[in-house]
C-alpha cells in the first residue's frame, strides 16, 4: 500500500481551486482565440478581445475569472493501493476547498438551500470519488458558475428514439441557456447510464480538453460532436447572446450503457470560462 | 462611444438608444437576490431601505473579496432575470437604471418605459477586466449576506451596453 497524507491532499485541493479559478485552461483560451480571429461581427469581436484581455488580466493580477468563483466540483480517482492517512477523503477535500477559497481571495457562493444561509467558506464541494487500478491519486476540480449550471438538463429519451430528437433537445437546451449562460458556451453531454449518471457524465464531459476538428473523424461519438458543435454555431447567438458565428467552443460528450427501456440524455451547458484544474498525487 | 457621468438625469436617460455603447462613471450600488428580497420587503412594510433608490443606479453584482492592496476583486453581472419580479416596484420607487447580463421580461421593459428608466449589459464573465474600473468600494448593507452584501462603488469608464432604453426597446427582443 502507498501511503498518502490527506494533508497533501487538502493541499493539492487548495491549489486546484486557485490555480482553475485564476489562470483560464489552455484550451479553451486557444478557442477563444480561434473565435475571436475568425469572427467577422464587430460586436462579437469586441467582446471576445475583452475575454481574451481579461483572461490575461485575471492571470497578471491574480484576480479570479470571473466573479462566480462556483461551487468546487471535485472528481477522484483513488488507487485500489492507496492509504489515506492522517484523516478522511472527503474531509481533506472540504479542507482543501476552505483553505484555496480563502487563500486565493474567492467568493463564498455556497449557501443553505432554505435559510440561504451562506457557509461562508465555500465547503462542502461536491464530490465524486471512483477506485481504480494503481498507487496514485488524481483529483480534478471543476468549477461550476450557476449562470450556466441553472441551465442544465436532462431528459429521458425512448430507446428507439432516432439521433435527431437527441440533437434536437441538446440544441434546444443551448438555445434555452442563451445569454444568461454566459455564451460561447463549453456543452457537457451525458448519454446513457441513468438519468443521474447522465447528469454526472454531462458534467465530467467538461474536464474533457475541447478540440479543434481538423482531421478526418472516424468514429460516432466524435462526428455527432462535431455536427452539433456546427449547429450550435449556426444558432447566431454569439458572445453575451448578441448575435456572432461562436456560441460554443465546444461539445464534449460522453456515454455509457444504459437500459433496455429507456435513453437518458443530460446536458451541462458550461460558460465561455470554462475552468478545471487537475493534480495527480 | 458615449460618457455618461451619473447620477443619470432625465436628459441622458433620453439620450440612450438600445444598443448604444457607452462608458459610465460614477456611483452604483450593487444588489442581487437576497437584498432585492429584502429591499421588496421593506418598500412593502413602508421601512427606510439601506439606500435611497431615486435616482440610483444598480449594478448586479457578487464580488469576489478584494485581494491585499486592491480595491476590488473580480466584478462581472450576474443574470440580471433572476431579478425580474423585484424590478418594477424598484422603478416605481425611483430607480433609474441596472447593469447585468442577458434579456430582461416583457414586464420589466414595460416598468423600464413607465418609469423613464435605462438597463444596462455589461461583459459577462469579465470580472477581472471590469475591476480595474472600480476606483472605491464601501460595504453599506447587508454583511451578513457575504457576496450578496450591498457594496457602494465609484466606478470610472464602466464598458456597457444599452440592453432595454426607456422607449422600452430590449435589446434581445
Redesign the interface.
Known sequence: MRKIKSDAIKEAVSHLCIQANLVLRKDIFLALERAYRSEKNKRAKG?LK??L???S??KK?????????GMAVVFVEIGNRVKITGGNLEEAINAGVREGYQKG?????VCEPFS?R?T?DNSPAVIHSRMVKGEKLKISVCIK?F?AE?KSQVKMFEPTAAVKEIKDFIIRVVKDA???A?PPFVVGVGIGGTADYAMFLSKKALLKKITNYRLPITDYVSKLECDLLKEINNLNIGP???GGKTTAMGVNILTYPTHIAGLPVAVNIS???TRSATKTI | MKKISLPLTQKIIGQLKVGDDVFLSGIVYTARDQAHKRITELIKAGKKLPFNLEGQVIFYCGPTPAPRGKVMGACGPTTSSRMDKFTPLLLQNGLKGMIGKGSRSKEVARAIERYKAVYFLAPAGAGAYLSRCVKKSNLIAYPELGPEAIYRLAVKDFPLIVGVDMKGRNLYA
Open positions: 467582446i475583452i475575454l484581455d481579461n483572461a488580466i485575471a493580477e491574480k484576480l479570479p475569472i470571473c466573479q462566480d468563483t481571495c474567492l467568493r463564498k457562493s440561504r451562506n461562508r458558475g449562470g441553472n442563451g445569454p444568461d454566459c453575451m447572446g448578441l460558460c465561455h470560462a
